[in-house]
C-alpha cells in the first residue's frame, strides 16, 4: 500500500483512497485491476459495507453486478472513503500520541534512576523516587467498588495457589529489594532519614510503590510489608508452591515478557535448593483458574510493570502502556486470523500466514472446501462466530481496564482494532444466519410462519 508511514501506521488520505475507489478502475469486463484480497474486512470497512453489496467476485476478481450505474457507484464510494480515511486519521492521532508517550517514559525512566539513588536522603527525595502518590479517597471509593472486591479475591486466591507462579515472583523481587536498599551507601548523607533508609524502617522505593498501588486499588494500608495483612499473607502461603497454570499464561496481560521473568525466577529458586517449576498434568489445577485469571486481570494488569524487574534476577523494564501493547498486538493477531478464515468460508483466497490459533483461543484453522454445501458453510460460521463472541466480551473486559489507564494513545488504538474485530464479528453473523429471521434457527420456522399469516388473511377475508 502506499501511503506515508508514522510509527508504523500505514496512512492514506481521503484522496488516496477516493482515488482507489475511482470507476475506471472497477468498470472492466474483466474485472477491472482490482483483486478482493486487496481490500480486506478489517483495513477495508468502508468498501465492504458501502461498496462489496455492489460487486461479486469470481477467482478472486471483482466485477461489478449488472445494473450498477457510475452514479450509485460514486454515491457509495464517497461513504467508503470517508470511512476509511476516518480509521486512518485515528490511527495517526493515536500513533503521534504512542511517540509523545515513548518519549516522556523514557524522561522519567532516567528521573526515576536517578532519583532512587538518593532516596533515602530525604523524605522529599524518597517520594520523588516511589513517584506514586496515596491517594485516601479513591482507597475508600475502591474498598466498596464491588468489581474490586471481586478482582482483589480472585488475586489473593492466585496468589495462595501460586498461579503463574505469581507468588514466586513477588516474594523473590521482596527478598532482592529490601537487600539492595539495605545496601544503599547513604552514610554520605548525616541524616535522620539516611539513618531511616540503612536501618530498613523505611520500605524500599520500589515496594513502597507497589503498596501503594494495591492501596489505592481497595487493598488495606501497608499490605507488602506488614506481615498480617491478606496480601502478604497470600504472597506468604503460596510462594514456595509449585506453579500451577503453564497453558493459562496466553490469559495474561503482559505474557510475553511476564514468561520471561518467570523462567527467571524458576531458575534462581532452582539454584537455590527449591523446586517451583510449573505442576503438569490432570488436576494440576482447580478448573476456576482461568476464572480466577480473568476475575483478577485488572490488578495483575497494574502490577505486571513492577513484577518484571527483580534485582540480579531479570531485568526487564516495562510501563503500564507497555504492557497494554502486548493486548492490542493480541487482538491484531485474533482479527487476522478471524478474516483469514471468512475469505476462506466465503471461497476467497486467505490473507497468508496466519499465527497460532491455539495461542489465540479459537478453534483449528478453516480449510476450503471445494463445492462446499450452505448448511456446511452455515455451520461452520457458526461455530467460529461463538468463539469470536466469546473472544470479544474478554477484549471489552480488558478494553475496560484500559480506559482506566493515563494511556491515553493505547485507548485510541485498541479501540480502533476493537471497531475492526466488530466488523468482522457482524460478517460472521451475515454468514452464520444469526440474527437473521431467515437464517439460523427461525430459518426452520419460517414455512410456518408465513403459512399462519396466509391463513389469518384467508379468514379475515372470509369474515368480511
Not at 453473523?429 to 437473521?436: A, E, F, H, P, W
Amino acid at each position: 500500500m502506499n501511503g506515508q508511514i508514522i510509527a508504523g501506521i500505514n496512512r492514506k488520505t481521503i484522496g488516496q483512497i477516493k482515488l482507489q475507489y475511482n470507476w475506471n478502475r472497477f468498470d472492466f469486463p474483466e474485472g477491472g485491476e482490482k483483486k478482493i484480497k486487496n481490500f480486506s474486512i478489517s483495513e477495508y470497512p468502508g468498501f465492504n459495507r458501502f461498496l462489496k453489496p455492489l460487486i461479486f467476485v469470481k477467482d478472486g476478481k471483482i466485477f461489478l453486478k449488472q445494473g450498477i450505474t457510475r452514479a450509485k457507484w460514486d454515491k457509495e464510494a464517497l461513504k467508503a472513503s470517508q470511512e476509511d480515511s476516518k480509521i486512518q486519521n485515528d490511527l495517526v492521532i493515536a500513533a503521534n500520541a504512542r511517540n509523545k508517550r515513548i518519549a516522556e517514559d523514557a524522561r522519567k525512566k532516567n528521573e526515576q534512576i536517578r532519583a532512587e539513588g538518593i532516596a533515602c536522603r530525604s523524605k522529599e527525595d524518597y517520594e520523588k523516587a516511589v513517584d506514586k502518590p496515596k491517594r485516601d479517597g479513591l482507597h475508600r471509593i475502591n474498598k466498596l467498588n464491588p468489581a474490586l472486591i471481586a478482582a482483589r479475591s480472585a488475586f489473593l486466591a492466585l496468589l495462595r495457589l501460586n498461579v503463574l507462579g505469581f507468588a514466586s515472583v513477588l516474594n523473590l523481587k521482596f527478598a532482592k529489594e529490601w537487600g539492595k536498599w539495605k545496601n544503599q551507601s547513604c552514610r554520605a548523607y548525616n541524616t535522620e532519614w539516611a539513618k531511616k533508609g540503612r536501618e530498613s524502617k523505611v520500605s524500599p522505593p520500589a515496594l513502597e510503590r507497589i503498596q501503594r498501588i494495591l492501596y489505592n486499588i481497595g487493598f488495606e494500608p501497608n499490605s507488602v510489608v506488614n506481615p498480617n495483612k491478606p496480601f502478604s499473607k497470600a504472597v506468604g502461603a503460596g510462594a514456595n508452591k509449585k506453579a500451577i497454570g503453564k497453558d493459562l499464561l496466553k490469559l495474561i496481560p503482559g505474557k510475553g515478557k511476564y514468561e520471561k521473568t518467570l523462567n527467571d525466577t524458576i531458575a534462581w529458586y532452582k539454584a537455590d535448593g527449591r523446586d517451583i517449576g510449573f505442576v503438569s498434568g490432570i488436576g494440576a489445577e482447580p478448573a476456576t483458574t482461568a476464572a480466577l485469571i480473568s476475575a483478577g486481570s485488572a490488578i495483575i494488569m497494574k502490577l505486571m510493570p513492577f513484577l518484571l524487574k527483580i534485582p540480579g534476577v531479570s531485568d526487564q523494564v516495562s510501563s503500564e502502556c507497555g504492557i497494554q501493547e502486548e493486548e492490542i498486538d493480541k487482538i491484531k493477531e485474533v482479527n487476522k486470523v478471524i478474516e483469514n478464515d471468512i475469505m476462506t468460508l466465503q471461497g476467497e483466497q486467505g490473507i497468508g500466514q496466519v499465527p497460532s490459533l491455539e495461542e489465540l483461543g479459537l478453534p483449528p484453522k478453516l480449510d476450503f472446501i471445494e463445492n462446499e454445501s450452505s448448511e456446511s458453510k452455515i455451520t461452520r460460521a457458526t461455530d467460529l462466530y461463538d468463539s469470536a463472541q466469546n473472544l470479544y466480551n474478554s477484549f471489552k473486559s480488558t478494553f475496560s481496564a484500559i480506559k482506566e489507564s493515563a494511556c491515553t494513545d493505547i485507548n485510541l488504538r485498541y479501540q480502533t482494532e476493537l471497531n475492526k474485530f466488530e466488523i468482522l464479528k457482524k460478517e460472521l453473523q451475515r454468514l452464520s444466519g444469526k440474527g437473521s429471521i431467515l437464517g439460523g434457527d427461525m430459518g426452520k420456522f419460517l414455512p410456518y410462519i408465513i403459512g399462519g399469516a396466509a391463513l389469518y388473511f384467508l379468514m379475515a377475508k372470509r369474515k368480511k
